[in-house]
């Protein structure tokens, strides 16, 4: 007979390593949910990429929010650090996102 707790994926607890990746992707997830409720309209096609070392990565989806964007630096950085789990990060990249940009 087949395991029923592997066909049924809100049963999946996965362990070791593997469980480490999800913690930190569902981490990532909140953390990006609350970054993009609290962007302004002008900046509405950002998203968190990357935390890493104090610094914080984002993915802009055209070449013209990635400008506004570095514009608006210290207003990005000031809304991360508002973001419970973020209150660490010192510096923000912005990058476009090259496959969505053609």
Do not use: W
């Not at 509405?44 to 610094?55: A, P, R």
């Not at 070449?63 to 000031?78: E, T």
Request: charged share 25%; glycine share 4%.
């Amino acid at each position: 007979m087949h395991d029923k707790s592997k066909q049924n994926p809100g049963n999946f607890n996965p362990t070791g390593n593997l469980a480490l990746l999800f913690n930190k992707a569902k981490l990532h997830n909140r953390y990006n949910e609350e970054l993009i409720k609290e962007l302004p309209p002008e900046l509405s096609g950002l998203s968190l990429g990357l935390v890493e070392n104090q610094k914080a990565f984002l993915v802009a989806k055209n070449p013209s929010v990635a400008y506004r964007a570095n514009k608006q630096k210290s207003k990005l950085l000031s809304i991360l650090k508002k973001i419970n789990g973020l209150s660490e990060v010192k510096s923000v990249s912005i990058k476009v996102d090259e496959k969505n940009t053609s």
